[in-house]
């Protein structure tokens, strides 16, 4: 039985269609993924049935009402809820405190009734499955524990639809697993969801059905079992998709970074080298000190012990001392960690080599955009105007504007955690390109993600971490899923697979 019909959906934003009579529908009891690259209207037409954007002509019906103008408390009541890409958790509140946050329990004379709201939130998490303290404040939950928190509070809200916006982008593979879980439960009770994701395997695994936009219009609609993971790309990319290996052996330089018995939050006894040229990929389960021991390569975090040297010399300090190593970082966290909101787009680019050139007082507007062009050109950068906001581009396009706030300080060191979070598959296909042929000119890379295809497309070597102590480091030709798993979990030391080179390291 259908839920949600929209029909004929119209919106233009500034002389730009947005979306041109798109139809959308969600049955009862469904997951349905909608899925387009970044900029296919995806967003634009879950804002205009949440009620953030008016639409310029179109249908909506909802569990029976007609909605001609539908407003964000409307749409609330009538029970849909959404989850952001974006998290919007309020860091110096209470995990309580999110979930109740605009439904605040409230007693005699109006004040917080909280001894109930900390109960109910503690029954919430336990009917979930999710170990969080309900007193904890949120700036001290991990990543992946603000995503579940913020997915609690939709499911809170026991809505009729939930919309959940790259729900797992922050989620290990067991997290994922358990978050798969409770969407079954409630798909079984009646409930339905949209589902938007970038991640093949989980939408072919939780999806009833799909539909795919590009570039604002309706492309195609139907059961998942009756398509493939190439006929959605290809429906998305209008042009057929081939997951082929992009991988492009090099000839590798010199020693650029060393690490001897480093040790830091998370992490411990790290003895590694990467060369000039090199694309070393980290990866491991959540929490395995990957990501823990990037941040601290870059200053981030601070070190306890042992020594990293970039080009022969020993670095110490925080985040400026890297920098003037030539290392830079793009993090895993758009929004709190890359995303400076009152800057507009060309700002943004430049922040990073002005803080680099600080005793330089004067920002020279016409050399800025002479970059900024030539940056935009390079990597294919879908903006209007350098003076729009950061906010006004996708997803995809904001990671390429970080990447040239990066390349914009002619660091020769790039530190890349999860560089394709939340991006669509055509954006993935230029970022890989963009890692190869920075890697042809000598740049030395270091990219930490939990993806497997994606690691096997462009690294030449693969450390496994587990519980903060590299388990193993795999040559291009010996990366597969399998042996990743096995090695990540501790489930098997595979004998003769750590290389004499990495076995030398050790014992330097």
């Known amino acids: 039985m259908s839920l949600l019909q929209m029909e004929k959906i119209s919106k233009t934003f500034g002389g730009v269609k947005a979306l041109s009579e798109v139809h959308f529908s969600v049955n009862e009891g469904e997951i349905h993924a909608l899925l387009g690259e970044n900029g296919a209207g995806k ?219 480093f040790c830091g939050h998370g992490f411990k006894d790290i003895n590694l080298t990467v060369r000039k040229g090199e694309i070393l990929a980290f990866t491991g389960l959540a929490g395995s000190g990957a990501s823990e021991l990037m941040q601290t390569m870059f200053g981030a975090l601070p070190a306890t012990a042992g020594h990293i040297a970039v080009h022969g010399q020993k670095i110490h300090g925080g985040i400026t001392s890297f920098m003037s190593h030539g290392v830079a970082m793009l993090p895993s966290n758009r929004k709190e960690n890359s995303v400076l909101p009152d800057l507009d787009i060309l700002e943004n680019l430049y922040i990073a080599e002005h803080t680099l050139s600080y005793k330089a007082q004067i920002i020279h507007k016409k050399a800025e955009l002479e970059r900024y062009d030539r940056l935009k050109y390079m990597l294919n950068i879908k903006a209007q105007d350098y003076t729009d906001s950061i906010n006004s581009l996708s997803g995809g396009n904001q990671q390429k504007i970080f990447f040239g706030r990066w390349l914009n300080t002619e660091a020769d060191v790039l530190l890349l955690d999860n560089p394709t979070q939340g991006v669509d598959v055509g954006a993935k296909i230029e970022i890989y390109r963009l890692i190869l042929e920075l890697a042809t000119e000598g740049k030395t890379i270091i990219i930490n993600t939990l993806e497997i295809p994606e690691i096997v497309k462009v690294s030449d070597r693969c450390v496994v971490f587990f519980e903060g102590k590299i388990q193993t480091i795999l040559e291009h030709e010996d990366i597969n899923e399998h042996d990743v798993m096995l090695h990540s979990t501790n489930a098997v030391i595979l004998r003769g697979r750590i290389h004499d080179k990495y076995k030398d390291e050790q014992t330097n």
């Open 43 to 261: 967003s634009t037409l879950m804002n205009i049935l949440t009620g953030v954007v008016q639409m310029d002509t179109g249908q909506i019906e909802f569990s029976g009402s007609h909605y001609p103008h539908p407003t964000i408390v409307q749409m609330e009541e009538a029970g849909i809820a959404i989850v952001h890409q974006e998290l919007n958790v309020i860091n110096d509140l209470t995990a309580f405190e999110n979930i109740f946050l605009n439904k605040e329990i409230v007693g005699k004379f109006g004040l917080l009734n909280n001894k109930k709201m900390i109960q109910e939130t503690k029954d919430l998490f336990l009917s979930l499955g999710v170990d969080i303290n309900p007193m904890v404040m949120v700036e001290e939950l991990k990543t992946s524990e603000k995503q579940l928190l913020e997915i609690s509070r939709a499911l809170y809200a026991d809505a009729k639809l939930f919309i959940l916006d790259e729900p797992t982008t922050a989620l290990s593979g067991d997290e994922v697993e358990h978050l798969f879980g409770i969407l079954r439960r409630l798909r079984e009770k009646g409930k339905s969801f949209i589902f938007i994701s970038h991640k093949m395997p989980e939408i072919f695994e939780i999806a009833d059905r799909y539909t795919v936009l590009r570039n604002g219009e309706f492309i195609s609609s139907g059961l998942i079992v009756d398509t493939t993971p190439q006929g959605i790309a290809s429906d998305m990319v209008g042009k057929q998709y081939v997951d082929k290996n992009m991988y492009l052996q090099r000839k590798l330089g010199d020693d650029v970074i060393v690490m001897r018995n």
